[in-house]
């Protein structure tokens, strides 16, 4: 899978891509995620990638063109799946979603920045826009790198064990159970005695119990839709 970001700022994702999965991913070949400055696309001497917004207003806006050059170059060598924009009002990021993604050849991710991009570039260039929560960044930076280490993780050969990430939270519609692990007991907090009975069935059955109370009440949204099923 190929990754391409946009982004006025490279080195935030430094820390993000440099460590634990990402890293593992990219170091096997799973991945290739490439990062481009915008600044490289503009044919302002200044490298200006923002402007005034026309109309009053507070805050800058990303400029169009170098956008739009970036992304035309990446699509004349390339087919894409996706061009995705990290927007505080975009879709959701939901297990599902990035499921779907995970199955992709090809996608581009770009992060807006000031007080957000011409809405030119959402109207023409821009195939699906995507937000990390109800709340807004300096960035998409950030979101960015979330988007893709949710991606990342899903790619057969990421994971050490590929069967973990279909036991995680959201997978099935459920947050998952608790763990444990060793000692079994300490300070006199201990592990419960299900875990420990070697009978699979029961600490399935355990297990879910335990999914379906803790999905009831951290997240009744998703426990509704559940019973209704």
Known sequence: MRIDIITIFPEMFQGPFTESIVKRAVN?????????????????????????????????????????????QLKSEREYDEVIYMSPDGELLTQPLANQLSLYKNIIILCGHYKGIDERIREHLITKEISIGNYVLSGGELGAAVLTDSIVRLIPGALSDETSALSDSFQDGLVSPPVYTRPRDYKGWTVPEVLLSGNDMIINEWKLSQALQRTKERRPEMYEILKKK
């Open 28 to 72: 096997k070949g799973i991945v290739e995620i490439n990062l481009h400055s915008l600044r490289d696309y503009s044919t302002d001497k200044h490298k200006r990638v923002d402007d005034y917004a026309f109309s009053a207003g507070a805050g800058m806006v990303m400029m169009i063109e170098p956008v739009d050059n970036c992304i035309s």
